[in-house]
């Protein structure tokens, strides 16, 4: 059974660091992406970046590019998503999801793509001073 | 960037047919995938590439698209459907992952 699971939830004041955790088992870790979605409280879900742990490539949305670091141990099967100095705006819930990055159709295609299917149950981040 | 619209909110009878849009630039030509989020709940994948189904997601749930709609259906609503659904797309130009806004689903 696939299952990502995540670290607990953290409180902490702005300008500190965090870094949370999404442990993968009943899979090959290193052959799935590993992507980090963030719902701020009342929103949606926002792609914030996804790493392939067997060789850390790493790709970031715009958006959260330079404000986050994801990264991945292989050798314990985690992917981890990290702040240097949060602020009160990273108050949100993070999620990580196993992704699917290929498929091939009934003719044998080729096709690329981020299909999130499993997905961790989230880690409530709340930065308050 | 690529963009997807839904309908903040769309209500269903308990029993009749529910359908939430997903509007894109020519996204019949993208794979859509939806997923249902209920209160407290992470999301759960419940149609990918389309129209396709995981395993334990009811045959109730169905999905199409063409065009610049994406359509997910849900048939005989149940109370327990009652959720957010998010359409999600895979814009390959970009490399980036793009999530609609969410329909709040209520079955009254």
């Known amino acids: 059974e696939v299952q990502l699971v995540q670290s607990g939830a953290e409180v902490k004041k702005p300008g500190e660091s965090l870094k949370i955790s999404c442990k993968g088992s009943g899979y090959s870790f290193t052959s799935y992406w590993i992507g980090w979605v963030r719902q701020m409280p009342g929103k949606g879900l926002e792609w914030m970046g996804i790493?392939?742990?067997?060789?850390?490539?790493?790709r970031y949305s715009p958006s959260f590019q330079g404000q986050v670091t994801i990264s991945a141990d292989k050798s314990i099967s985690t992917a981890y998503l990290q702040w240097s100095s949060l602020k009160a705006s990273d108050t949100a819930m993070y999620y990580c999801?196993?992704?699917?990055?290929?498929?091939?159709?009934?003719?044998?295609?080729?096709?690329?793509?981020?299909?999130?299917?499993?997905w961790g149950q989230g880690t409530l981040v709340t930065v308050s001073s | 960037s690529y963009e997807l619209t839904q309908p903040l909110s769309v209500s269903v009878a308990l029993g009749q047919t529910a359908r939430i849009t997903c509007g894109g630039n020519n996204i019949g030509s993208k794979n859509v995938h939806w997923y249902q989020q209920k209160p407290g709940q992470a999301p759960v994948l419940v149609i990918y590439r389309d129209s396709n189904r995981p395993s334990g997601i009811p045959e109730r749930f169905s999905g199409s698209n063409s065009g610049n709609t994406a359509t997910l259906t849900i048939s005989r609503a149940q109370a327990g459907d009652e959720a957010d659904y998010y359409c999600?797309?895979?814009?390959?130009?970009?490399?980036?992952?793009?999530f609609g806004g969410g329909t709040k689903l209520t079955v009254l």
């Open positions: 790493i392939y742990p067997g060789d850390s490539d790493t």
């Open positions: 999600q797309v895979w814009d390959s130009s970009t490399a980036w992952e793009v």
């Open positions: 999801a196993r992704h699917l990055t290929y498929y091939y159709d009934s003719s044998g295609y080729y096709h690329p793509e981020n299909l999130p299917d499993y």
